[in-house]
């Protein structure tokens, strides 16, 4: 019994390395792995993924080979007795430091980026969406022409007339926002968002770009990236929101700065209709 | 062992048992039968959220399928056979409060702490045991309670269709909001989901009522601990159980106030229009809210895991502290270590209470706030490391007896680094941004808080039935329980960090639905690694009857247990098997020696009993 | 001559002390023996000497969670009440204290001084003047209970109830979280009084008196604590 459970810790260790190194390593890592990253930050989030699984893949395999080896080797021989030892002070220093040191390095190095992604403001040429989020639909405000967007206020909110983030009709800066259902955004041009929710927490979640932020409601959080590939992706909502929180979904599309300008300029219906066009351009 | 205990004084002083049914056997206010009370009670629950993760992985393994059987289960519920959203969630959330609350709270702490604590200090009971017993009582009522939110309306359909009519309890199913219960959507009442009108009323109800149980508990297992200690029982010569439960015992009495005060200011919310929640301007459902204003839906989270962060503590803390008691019963060698193992558990539990915020670094709290938690969080990975590292130093140089119960510590010591290292990943906040709420958290909290506890469990059981129920188990049975299930919770939850990787994200229905096409289509390779996991999942829950089996086979046919049939050191195993009432029949025990006293050199067997006068004495320390 | 502390029998959790059963042997030993189990008199036990020990470790232990409870809602009455913690616009309004407060805190106050007066007197064995003390606490007690029910009937008088704004959601919220602890401590009162009244003050109700009023100064702190932090915070 002692070897067959020794060789299940190997198997579990040999196991796990097949599957989060082997298997991308033969299969390319597009398969089971992170969707393609298509953000800025998302070359340094991979880094930093790839840096710890190389001390976690170390320090795994190591501790359940030394667990095995210890199963097998030190099985009961006839009338043996153990070693006698309550412990070692020196071995219980050295390898508290050692992981202690291995831990900070990491915990450190893992901030970087968030460090540039939350804590820096976004860049001033960025471009700016408000993101409205609704039990089970993302709404997406655009300022239009004028790039000022208008007022929103809950009690404007009209779902017959399709004005699902409550912008003031009085509002003369409003007058040519869009508002879509689904997502358009610049090439390598900054984006800054307005994460804001109606009515419970939702999450905006776009696996290829690295980026995740919950919408608040009652909070205007406001977030900064950088997408950096064209095409199509799907942006699911990522936090419990009720009953149909796995069919709440939504579309990007990232495309050419220049066409993305060209598209803002146009009234909010002309707008909505090039929209839909983009969306039948690309494939995911 | 009974001639080796000193009477302190001349008279023996006994508790007389109580001979009727119900004072002996119900309302018992001995420790023992108690402990055995919360290990069934354990046992049901665990059964029941089991059979809840089976209808999960039904419905992700083959998403939109129809299944009959659900029919009859729950006529309305699932009427149609299908999972629905909200059917599906609120298995899910079931699954989730019956796990964590009345399985890894509740059986490693209520059951085996309770049975165990007093006799390994040598005390004759807790300190307070009618508290005791109400403690126990009141967790009861906060599972009837729970059930309730779930089931009200099966059994309503059940006594219609069978019996008499009851009023149909209507569309009624469990709360939908997840074990954490995030406002606003908690608070909104039905108007924000089916389920979260009554269904979260109960939820919060058995919460809190589980809370207060939780806190008479934790009460009493402080003081027993620091007052009815036997003498010559040092604080240095405490198994190290003992230890772990005392920590639990400090965890819960500080967070389950939190989790209580919070679970309070939202049942106000709900019922009673208050806004400690809910932020004004809601639009929900297609109504304006009014009644509401100025909330903040982050405090629940804040207050939520101040509570939520220890409990993953409270529920591995035992295991841990059993698995160090096992590995050096059956490695015949004193625990590696032992201070650095005492000092780890306190380290343990102290950072446990300054890492709350890892669990919402993308919630939109402060940017800053999540570095400090992020160090934190890292840091409490060394003291895990230590008990890692001691564990591998007390297997090495054995001599080890490969018993059952030995077999689930060691799978408990390689299921604790499997889920524990993962959290490297996750309590850094850049790694976290793509990772948080998938399924690599998933796999991450179900290795360490689920499945390491629940090895944790079966340890404990294998190991001290003999004790509990005067039976050995059948250790062939045992084995091969452990085999299936070690083999199995491996392949479940491993895969499931790859499958985070790649976005799938958690509490979905369903991902991708490769009959219709609908779905997110990033997870369409993630199909066959999904039934995958459904398949394994299902071997492993038909593995669990193998146990059940072992539980009735033994406990009826089984071997009758000596007083030691493990040759182990602590006082549990100098009283007969099972202990009589008042455990050490009125004389207090003389402890003599730390706990784990193998292969000491020039004693004549490779143990010496704590209660052992004679023998070389080796004090711990160094 | 055996002692059978039956514990099954009436223990009442979180004051402690055995109910009605009979002190050892008749005789009314006022303070626990001292020393080491070989000079303790016949009938006395190990678990004798233990018993007021562990009514006064339960007390603090269980004091402790209470003060969890109360600290995690100042948390979260902070963060509501500072706009900028939680993130909303300011909906606070503070509300108008019930003058009724000053005399209820006052009544408090006094009834920690005469528990501690009469748990002096108990230690002196000066009966009479612990009759009367510990009398006129638990009278201080129910009087506060009454006076904040008052408090409540004045606010809801002018309409104000527990959903009207934040601040009047934690007043409610607070005192009656309060007020069902103190609850507690005037039930406890109310059984030492009946128990001093009929003459059976054993060792056993002395730690009752003692865990007693560690229990009131605590209630009595908290209180100071919440009208502070109620009315006085900002």
Not at chain 1, 57 to 80: D, H, M
Not at chain 1, 252 to 264: G, K, M, N, T
Not at chain 2, 300 to 316: C, D, K, R, T
Not at chain 2, 421 to 447: A, E, K, N, R
Request: glycine share 10%.
């Amino acid at each position: 019994m002692g070897k067959l459970t020794g060789a299940l810790m190997f198997v579990v260790a040999i196991g796990s390395v097949l599957l989060f190194i082997g298997q991308p390593l033969l299969f390319g890592s597009r398969l089971w792995w992170f969707p393609e990253g298509i953000s800025q930050h998302a070359a340094a989030i991979d880094a930093q993924f790839l840096r710890t699984l190389v001390v976690v893949g170390i320090s795994f395999t190591a501790a359940q080979f030394a667990l095995g080896y210890a199963v097998i080797r030190f099985g009961r021989k006839g009338s043996e007795r153990a070693v006698y030892t309550h412990g070692s002070n020196k071995l219980e220093v050295t390898w508290t430091m050692i992981t202690a040191a291995v831990f900070v390095i990491l915990a450190i190095l893992g901030q970087r980026v968030w460090a540039n992604l939350h804590l820096n403001a976004a860049p001033p040429d960025s471009t700016h969406i408000e993101v409205v989020a609704q039990q089970f639909q993302w709404n997406f405000h655009y300022a239009g022409p004028d790039g000022a967007f208008g007022r929103t206020e809950s009690k404007f909110i009209d779902d017959s007339a399709l004005n699902f983030i409550g912008l003031d009709p009085n509002d003369s800066n409003g007058k040519d926002d869009a508002q879509t259902t689904s997502m358009v955004i610049p090439k390598d041009r900054p984006v800054e968002l307005t994460l804001k929710s109606k009515d419970v927490i939702h999450s905006f979640f776009v696996p290829a770009l690295r980026f995740k932020q919950d919408t608040v409601p009652g909070l205007a959080i406001k977030v900064h990236f950088t997408a950096t590939k064209e095409g199509k992706y799907e942006i699911p909502c990522a936090e419990l929101c009720g009953n149909l929180h796995h069919n709440m979904r939504s579309t990007l599309v990232v495309i050419p700065a220049d066409e993305y300008d060209r598209l803002v300029s146009m009234p909010a219906e002309k707008f909505k209709e090039q929209l839909g066009e983009l969306m039948a351009r690309y494939q995911f | 062992m009974a001639d080796v205990v000193h009477p302190i004084h001349g008279e023996v002083h006994r508790h007389p048992a109580p001979t009727s049914f119900i004072r002996k056997y119900i309302f018992s206010t001995d420790h023992k039968v108690i402990g055995i009370q919360y290990w069934f009670l354990a046992l049901f629950s665990v059964f029941v959220g089991m059979g809840l993760s089976l209808l999960m992985r039904l419905q992700l393994g083959w998403p939109g399928q129809e299944w009959g059987f659900l029919k009859t289960l729950f006529p309305t519920a699932a009427e149609n056979g299908t999972i629905s959203g909200e059917f599906y969630l609120s298995l899910l959330t079931m699954h989730g409060t019956v796990m964590v609350f009345f399985v890894l709270t509740t059986a490693p702490q209520g059951g085996f702490g309770n049975f165990f604590l007093p006799i390994q200090i040598g005390a004759a009971d807790m300190a307070f045991p009618v508290l005791n017993m109400m403690s126990f009582w009141i967790t009861f009522m906060a599972l009837v309670v729970l059930m309730s939110a779930f089931f009200a309306d099966s059994i309503a359909h059940f006594l219609n269709d069978y019996f008499f009519d009851v009023a149909a309890a209507g569309n009624v199913i469990g709360p939908i909001g997840g074990w954490t219960g995030y406002a606003p959507l908690s608070a909104l009442g039905e108007r924000a989901g089916p389920g979260q009108g009554m269904g979260v009323i109960l939820w919060v109800t058995s919460i809190a009522l589980f809370c207060i149980a939780s806190l008479l508990g934790a009460l009493n297992f402080i003081t027993t601990m620091l007052n009815m200690r036997a003498k010559g029982m040092s604080l240095m010569r405490l198994p190290l159980t003992c230890w772990a439960w005392f920590t639990t015992a400090v965890l819960a009495l500080l967070s389950f106030p939190v989790l209580l005060a919070a679970g309070i200011l939202l049942i106000l919310d709900h019922t009673a229009d208050t806004s400690f929640f809910i932020p004004g301007g809601e639009y929900v459902n297609g109504k304006l809210v009014t009644e509401h204003a100025g909330g903040s839906p982050i405090m629940w989270q804040h207050l939520f895991w101040f509570f939520g962060h220890p409990e993953v503590y409270i529920a591995i803390l035992p295991g841990m502290g059993l698995t160090s008691h096992i590995l050096s019963t059956f490695a015949r060698k004193p625990v590696f270590g032992y201070r650095a193992m005492v000092y780890a558990i306190f380290a343990i539990g102290l950072l446990g209470f300054f890492v709350w915020g890892h669990h919402m670094f993308i919630s939109g709290m402060s940017p800053y706030s999540a570095i400090a938690f992020s160090l934190v969080t890292l840091t409490i990975g060394v003291p895990s490391a230590i008990k890692t590292f001691n564990w591998l130093g007390t297997l090495w140089g054995g001599q080890i007896r490969f018993t059952t119960p030995m077999l689930f510590a060691i799978g408990f010591v390689s299921l604790f680094v499997s889920g524990g290292i993962t959290g490297l990943f996750l309590g850094q906040t850049s790694i976290d941004i793509p990772l948080h709420d998938t399924y690599f958290v998933v796999g991450h909290f179900h290795l360490i808080m689920g499945v390491a506890a629940i090895f944790g469990m079966f340890a404990g059981t294998y190991f001290w039935f003999p004790k509990m129920f005067g039976k050995m188990m059948n250790e062939g049975l045992g084995k091969l329980h452990f085999l299936l299930t070690f083999i199995g919770v491996n392949a479940i939850f491993i895969p499931m960090h790859i499958m985070g990787m790649a976005g799938q994200t958690r509490r979905y229905a369903s991902h991708w639905n490769p009959a219709t096409g609908e779905g997110l289509h990033y997870l369409s390779n993630m199909v066959p690694l999904t039934r995958f996991v459904s398949i394994a999942a299902f071997v492993t829950i038909a593995a669990q009857l193998i146990f059940l089996v072992n539980l009735v086979w033994s406990w009826i046919k089984g071997k009758k247990a000596t007083e030691n049939p493990w040759e182990a050191t602590s006082l549990e195993w100098t009283i007969p098997s099972p202990p009589p009432h008042d455990n050490f029949a009125g004389i207090e025990p003389e402890v003599h020696r730390g706990p784990y006293e193998y292969s000491v050199p020039g004693a004549s067997k490779d143990f010496l009993m704590q209660t052992d006068a004679e023998g070389p004495v080796i004090e711990h320390g160094h | 001559m055996s002692t059978t502390v039956t514990r099954d029998a009436g223990v009442k959790p979180g004051i402690g002390a055995g109910g009605g059963q009979k002190d050892p042997g008749g005789s009314d030993p006022f303070e626990p023996p001292q020393g080491d189990s070989k000079d303790w008199p016949p009938g006395f036990s190990r678990e004798d000497a233990i018993e007021p020990e562990k009514y006064r470790i339960g007390m603090w232990v269980g004091l402790a969670s209470i003060l969890m409870l109360f600290i995690a809602l100042t948390s979260a009455y902070i963060v509501r009440g500072v706009p900028a913690l939680s993130g909303g616009d300011s909906d606070w309004i503070p509300l108008a204290m019930p003058r009724i407060l000053w005399v209820n805190t006052a009544v408090l106050l006094l009834s920690s001084v005469s528990i501690e007066l009469a748990r002096r007197a108990l230690k002196k064995n000066e009966y009479d003047r612990f009759k009367g003390w510990i009398s006129l606490t638990t009278l201080f007690g129910a009087s506060f209970l009454v006076g904040q029910l008052i408090a409540w009937r004045q606010l809801a008088a002018q309409g104000v109830f527990i959903n009207s704004h934040p601040h009047s959601s934690f007043f409610y919220l607070l005192t009656s979280l309060h007020g069902v602890h103190l609850l507690g401590g005037v039930i406890a009162l109310a059984y030492v009084t009946v128990a001093a009244l009929r003459m059976r003050i054993g060792f056993k109700r002395r730690t009752a008196v003692d865990v007693t009023s560690i229990y009131w100064h605590f209630m009595d702190g908290l209180w100071i604590y919440l009208f502070g932090l109620l009315f006085f915070f900002r």
